[in-house]
Every structure is written in C-alpha cells, then in structure tokens.
C-alpha cells in the first residue's frame, strides 16, 4: 500500500512558476513509477509527467521545456517544478503511483488532488 499526499499548489499569474510535492508513505517508494496528472474542468484526467524507478523520465507535449519531474527516493518524494505557467495548465493535479511504465489512467494510487490556478 502506498499513501500519497499532494502540497504546493495555488493562484499564479501566467509566466509565474509552482513547485508540486507528493509525500509517499511506505518503504517500497522506490518500487513504484512516479507521476502526476491532472483534470480541468469538463475534460478528462490527462498525464503531465511520469518518472521512472531509475528516474527515466517523460512529459506531455503540452508540457515540455516548461515542467520538470524529479523524485528523492531516500525521502519518498516527487516533485514537478512547473514554470512559464500558462491559464490553459489550470486543473486540479494528482500524485500516482503504479508498477507500470509509462503510468496508465488506471494507476493504482492516487493522492487526493491539489488546485493549481493560472491567472491571465
């Protein structure tokens, strides 16, 4: 079992940046692929960033050059350093954890979300 808990979020201008925490519980973190998603309103969940156990990563296109996913595996944290925000990143973002590669939409865990709101 792997418990995950999001912080950082919150209102940004466009241009502005947000670090994303996701704190994970459990000694087997270093197992797990790492990721976040993330939901605007009347659109469905989308894949941001994902990271591997040997920290391989990838990134949405929408995305790339702007964010930057890295993971500590001695504190069992993940983080996406979101810069040059833009109003369309505007959603609410999730930490997910599953044993797969890339992370699926179906990922085993999640955390419980955390606003990111972009001002133009």
């Known amino acids: 079992q792997v418990q995950l808990v999001e912080s950082g979020g919150g209102l940004v201008q466009a241009g502005g940046s947000l670090r994303l925490s996701c704190a994970a519980s459990?000694?087997?973190?270093?197992?797990?692929?790492m990721g976040w998603f993330r939901q605007a309103p009347g659109k469905e969940r989308e894949i941001v960033a994902g990271?591997?156990?040997?920290?391989?990563?990838y990134y949405a296109d929408s995305v790339k050059g702007r964010f930057t996913i890295s993971r500590d595996n001695a504190k069992n944290m993940v983080y996406l350093q979101m810069n040059n925000l833009k109003s369309e990143d505007t959603a609410i973002y999730y930490c997910?954890?599953?044993?797969?590669?890339?992370?699926?939409?179906?990922?085993?865990?999640w955390g419980q979300g955390t606003q990111v709101t972009v001002s133009s």
């Open positions: 997910a954890a599953d044993s797969s590669f890339p992370l699926p939409k179906s990922s085993d865990y």
């Open positions: 990271i591997s156990r040997t920290s391989t990563t």
């Open positions: 459990g000694r087997t973190f270093i197992r797990y692929v």
